[in-house]
Every structure is written in structure tokens, then in C-alpha cells.
């Protein structure tokens, strides 16, 4: 019998013995308690005739159910498709259509809305519910016909014969034009990513993790919980980031390592509380979106505590590069150095340009998908066995990749590039600015126009004419002419996705369905 490294390790972290391995809505579960869970729900899908290589919808916020399910769907076999749970009917509707899933994991509020929709006769919906310590995960048949329980579980220890090359999840990106694009990773894939992060963070099986992230998510899902259950270490979930929750959480576990967006590292620095920083945090890694530089110095000037940056891809399964741990060394503004992974930059002839020059990021390896599942016909963002990632960037001297943009999200004014990072580096250091996103808009004499979005940290500055002013001369004194936006314009919001990514492609949609006018 075949089985993955991946389903053996997570089965033999889970027999050995009752200690405490996820923590959820007060309440520590032990081992022994979630392998019972994970029994209990391979009888439910054997009992709905789920083979493996079926395709399972997860739509479940952060939660103990949530860990259990997953981690059953993958050592069951099949295939875990996981979904934003707050994602409209119709959408959720498609995914279940395109990745012809047979079953479907949901939430109480989501089950009640699914049972009056159009679904496609072969899906069945388990809606899954918290009910006890003793009994923490029970599930239900959501159908027009009734409401129906599920028998209690069979307590087997039956492996699966799964190959490493066999499917395990199934992703869909969220690409900033088209219909979004299919990733299927397989087992071998995952679990070379899982390692990847266990080496390069040191973890073991005394390290405490606390995840916020939205675990639909490949970064949350393989940073956070598999690099966890793999190693033996403790997860402690939260449905989602709490500022004011955030330290007391991290003091009350031991929390060793935190993994964060950009987003919540700079809410954490506006704190207005000072805060006694526990000796058990070794690290807090940002991923998922560029992390400002100025960010970075001022978290570990407040707080002394490292700020990892890294960047990874839904290709890759997530992890691409990382910034080194103390003592060695990590630069801000950099995602770090490829890990696991071959990484080039490559200019448009695909030829390798030298350190320093500004490219297309190139990647390959274990962990790299080597095309898309749906929605890739041409199959163009894979050639010369090299996935071409889209994101541009460049390596210094040192092996560092510095991220810059991505390669649609560029400006071009007058035949001149212009990252839109860069420049929001520049306005990000200001003081009194909260958050910003620059974007091209058309200009009839230079083709594309630079133009700031800026939230500023106090509402009133608004309506300031003066600090508009301030913006202008720090980015003058700062970066060449023209990279300069021509306009700053002072906003509540940015929009952001799910995991705190600036939507700058959103952003310009929204500016020229207003009526952009030059």
C-alpha cells in the first residue's frame, strides 16, 4: 500500500498520546481527541461515497472544525477544495461546478442559505457544528428531503493508499483579470512546501503557533497549520485578527511564532498601548503582500522582536523566499532569499539579467505546479519548464530578492516603468500616513499618469490641503521626477483582499467606473 509522506506524518503526530494540539473558543483539543474527529469524518465520507480523488468543497471559517476537516479530507485521499465562507451563493455555486466537487463542508449560517439554492444534484452539503468537549464535531445532512445526523464515528486507523503524485488540494487564484485560475497541488508538492517552512522557521514540536489568517487561504493553511500538526507543535486559532486581543493571546499560550500580513503588523505599531512583549515570541513572519521597509523598523524598534518577511505563491504551495532567522540576516524590503525553490529574473526575451536589473520573476522546483488545472488554455505562464510568476523584481548582490510590482500593475508614462511600490514606500513614510496605493491612470499626453491614494492616519487631514502638500515634497525630495505622482487624492479606504493584499487592479477598476477624467 502507497502511502504520502504527508498522510503518514500527520496520522503518527496525532497517535501520540492525549496532549493539547489546537486551541478554539476557549477550549484546548487534544490528539487524541481530534484523531477520533478525523475517524468520525472518514465514516461520513464513506458513507456518502466519496473515493478518493473526489473533490470536497471546505467553506468553514477558522475553527477547530475547520483543522479536523481538512486534515481528514487529505489523509482520507480526496481532494480538499477550500473556499471563502462568506463568498456569495453564486460564486460558491461555480466553484462547486468547475471543480466538480461531490460534497460540500459548510457552516451553520451558510448550510440554511445553501438549502434553498440551485445546486447540482450530485453535491451533498454537511453542515458542521461545535457541540461539546467531549464531542466537539458533529455533522448534519442539509436537503430539501430533511435534516438528518450523522451515526457517531467508527474509531479506525485505516491509512489510506494515497500516492505522493496523488491530488490533495485545489485552489483557485485570484487573478487581477479573467476567471480565476486552477491549482492542483499534489501530495508531494504540499508537503515539500510544509518542510521548507519547518527548516527555515526551526520549528519543533515545542514551538505554539497562533494563526488569524483566513485558513482558506494556501498561506495559512501550510504556513500555519501543517508546518504545525507535522512538527508536533500546538495551534492556537483565531476566527480572525483582534488588535485588542492579539498580545493577551500571545502571553496567555506562550505563542512562539505568529505568522501576519503587512496589514496587521502596521495596526500592531499604531497600538496605543505599551506593551511587555513576552519572551517566548521568537518571530512574527508577514507574507501574503508586500511588507513596507518602514513597517518592518518601526514593529522591531516598538517591539524587539524579528519581522520575517517572506513571499510565496498558490503555485508553489505557498512558500517561495523567506529572510533568514537571527543571527543571520534579514533585509527589510526584501522578501528574503529562495528557499526550496530556483528562482531567475528573466527580461523579455527570457534571457537572465544580472544582479541588480529589474525582471520577470521566474521559478521552479518540488513544490511548483507545472500548469494550471482550469482556466489556462494557452498555457502561457509556464515555459522552458520555468512558471513565470508575473511579479517583477530583482536580486542584489547577496542573493536577496526584492520584489517591485507586478508586471500588469506597472505604469508606463511616456515609455518610462514605474513600480507602484516603490513609490508607495516613499509616501508610506510618512507619518501621518495610514496607508497608500499608487496606480497608472490614462493621460492623453504621457499615455499613463502617476496617481496617489492615501489614507491618512487622522481623519481630519482629509480635507487638508497642506499635508497633500507635504506628500508631494517628501516624494520630489525623494524619487525622480517622474515617478511622482501628478495627483494625491486623500480616501477613507484602499481596497485590500482577504488576506490584506492592496487590490491596486480593484482600485483602478472602481476610479474609471467614476468617470476618470485627466
Known amino acids: 500500500m502507497k502511502v504520502s509522506k504527508l498522510t503518514a506524518i500527520l496520522h503518527e503526530r496525532l497517535r501520540t498520546g492525549t496532549s493539547p494540539i489546537a486551541h478554539d473558543s476557549e477550549h484546548w483539543f487534544t490528539r487524541e481527541q481530534m484523531l477520533r474527529d478525523l475517524h468520525y469524518v472518514h465514516d461520513a465520507l464513506r458513507t456518502f461515497g466519496v473515493a478518493p480523488s473526489d473533490r470536497v468543497v471546505l467553506a468553514q471559517v477558522n ?56 445546486l447540482p444534484q450530485r453535491l451533498r452539503v454537511l453542515a458542521t457544528a461545535s457541540v461539546n468537549a467531549e464531542q466537539a464535531l458533529e455533522l448534519s445532512l442539509v436537503a430539501s428531503s430533511g435534516n438528518g445526523r450523522l451515526a457517531p464515528a467508527v474509531d479506525t486507523a485505516v491509512l489510506a493508499d494515497i500516492a505522493e503524485t496523488d491530488p490533495a488540494v485545489l485552489l483557485f487564484t485570484s487573478g487581477t483579470t479573467g476567471a480565476p485560475k486552477g491549482v492542483l497541488l499534489t501530495h508531494f508538492q504540499v508537503h515539500a512546501t510544509v518542510q521548507n517552512v519547518v527548516n527555515a522557521h526551526q520549528l519543533t514540536a515545542a514551538d505554539v503557533s497562533y494563526c488569524f489568517l483566513p485558513m482558506f487561504h494556501i498561506n495559512a493553511q501550510v504556513v500555519a497549520l501543517l508546518s504545525t500538526l507535522t512538527t508536533g507543535g500546538r495551534l492556537v486559532i483565531g476566527q480572525k485578527f483582534s488588535a485588542s486581543r492579539f498580545w493577551p493571546t500571545v502571553i496567555e499560550h506562550g505563542v512562539t511564532w505568529v505568522s501576519a500580513v503587512p496589514t496587521v503588523i502596521a495596526i500592531l505599531i499604531k497600538a496605543v498601548e505599551r506593551t511587555a512583549v513576552p519572551a517566548s515570541l521568537r518571530f512574527v513572519r508577514s507574507a501574503s503582500a508586500p511588507l513596507p521597509a518602514f513597517h518592518g523598523r518601526r514593529f522591531e524598534a516598538r517591539f524587539d522582536v524579528p519581522v520575517i518577511e517572506s513571499y510565496g505563491l498558490t503555485e508553489a504551495a505557498s512558500q517561495v523566499c523567506v529572510n533568514p532567522l537571527p543571527p543571520g540576516k534579514h533585509k527589510f524590503g526584501s522578501a528574503g532569499v529562495p528557499y526550496g525553490v530556483e528562482l531567475r529574473v528573466v527580461d523579455e526575451a527570457e534571457k537572465v539579467l544580472p544582479d541588480g536589473d529589474v525582471g520577470e520573476i521566474v521559478i521552479r522546483g518540488r513544490s511548483v505546479i507545472t500548469a494550471y488545472a482550469y482556466g489556462d488554455e494557452t498555457g502561457a505562464g509556464f515555459r522552458g519548464g520555468w512558471f513565470h510568476t508575473g511579479d517583477l523584481g530583482y536580486i542584489d548582490e547577496d542573493g536577496y530578492v526584492f520584489i517591485t510590482g507586478r508586471s500588469k500593475e506597472m505604469i508606463n508614462r511616456a515609455g518610462q516603468k514605474i513600480s507602484p511600490r516603490e513609490v508607495e514606500e516613499v509616501i508610506g513614510g510618512h507619518a501621518g500616513v495610514k496607508a497608500c496605493a499608487v496606480i497608472g491612470l490614462p493621460d492623453d499626453l504621457y499615455g499613463e499618469r502617476v496617481v496617489a491614494y492615501v489614507v491618512p492616519e487622522e481623519p481630519l487631514q482629509r480635507h487638508d490641503a497642506s499635508f497633500k502638500e507635504q506628500l508631494r515634497t517628501l516624494c520630489v525630495a525623494t524619487i525622480s521626477a517622474y515617478k511622482c505622482p501628478a495627483e494625491f487624492h486623500l480616501v477613507e479606504e484602499i481596497p485590500l483582499g482577504p488576506t490584506g493584499k492592496i487590490q491596486r487592479h480593484r482600485l483602478k477598476q472602481e476610479i474609471m467606473a467614476i468617470g476618470y477624467a485627466n
Not at 451563493?89 to 461546478?97: N, Y
Not at 468547475?98 to 439554492?117: D, N, Q
Open 63 to 118: 475553527s477547530y472544525e475547520f483543522v479536523v476537516l481538512y486534515s481528514a479530507l487529505l489523509t482520507y485521499g480526496a481532494v480538499v477544495v477550500p473556499v471563502n465562507p462568506n463568498m456569495p451563493v453564486p460564486e460558491l455555486t461555480g466553484v462547486v461546478k468547475r471543480s466538480e466537487a461531490i460534497m460540500a463542508f459548510v457552516g451553520p449560517t451558510l448550510a440554511e442559505t445553501l438549502s434553498a439554492a440551485e
